[in-house]
């Protein structure tokens, strides 16, 4: 399947402070890329949608101002969690679809911890 | 809302048995049908996808669809330890590319 990247792997940070996670598409090119959350024994969520060189769509009850995505180019998406605090500790996992069918492959996830 | 339910268990099936895990989705809508397996700490990883009514078989997985009872299952032959994990269950709809909508997993446990 198709190869999606995703970094850093883990992060700890301090409260009020801003993480940047990328995410890569390998070997294919992605217009579309999705971001996810997962909170312990909890489902994946949907953040939003990343769109190449247009504004991210989010999902109900996410704050835009506060998880910044941008994407910039067809392989790489980037989700900024800015004025960080201990209830955005989460698990964060970015998509890219490929092959249609609505097949996504996902990045490896980012457990961020916010202290 | 679109839901997709599953049970979340556990599910323990011994060694070498067939683990069955189901889903249920409410949205008549839906196009596609995967199943994930989910480490404890690791991202989903694909086992099967299916668009169409009845079953496909991928090697010791087979998933079965049935779009008019609104329910799509996987089923694991000759389950292994290794199989343990958590099953997610995801739906895509016709107007959402590749944005899907998750179930909240089944928990399985194989037993040596």
């Known amino acids: 399947g198709a190869v999606v990247s995703q970094h850093p792997s883990r992060v700890i940070c301090k409260s009020g402070t801003s993480v940047k996670i990328e995410c890569r598409s390998l070997?294919?090119?992605?217009?579309?890329m999705f971001w996810y959350r997962q909170f312990p024994k909890q489902s994946l969520m949907l953040m939003a949608t990343?769109?190449?060189?247009?504004?991210?769509?989010?999902e109900q009850g996410v704050e835009k101002d506060k998880f910044l995505i941008n994407h910039a180019s067809l392989t790489l998406s980037t989700l900024t969690v800015t004025s960080a605090h201990p209830e955005d500790s989460s698990f964060y996992i970015c998509s890219a679809g490929s092959g249609g069918g609505g097949l996504a492959f996902f990045g490896q996830g980012t457990r961020l911890t916010v202290v | 809302q679109k839901e997709v339910e599953q049970n979340s268990g556990p599910l323990s099936v011994p060694e070498g048995a067939i683990a069955s895990l189901n889903c249920t989705y409410s949205d008549r809508g839906s196009q596609s049908f995967f199943w994930y397996r989910q480490y404890s700490g690791k991202s989903p990883e694909l086992i099967m996808f299916i668009y169409s009514n009845g079953d496909k078989e991928d090697g010791r997985f087979t998933a079965q669809l049935n779009k008019a009872s609104q329910y799509v299952s996987l089923l694991i032959r000759d389950s292994q330890p290794s199989d343990s994990a958590t099953y997610l269950c995801?739906?895509?709809?016709?107007?959402?590319?590749?944005?899907?909508?998750f179930g909240k997993g089944t928990s399985l446990l194989v037993t040596p």
């Open positions: 070997d294919f090119q992605a217009t579309t």
């Open positions: 990343s769109n190449e060189g247009s504004k991210a769509t989010y």
């Open positions: 995801a739906v895509s709809y016709s107007n959402s590319g590749y944005a899907l909508n």
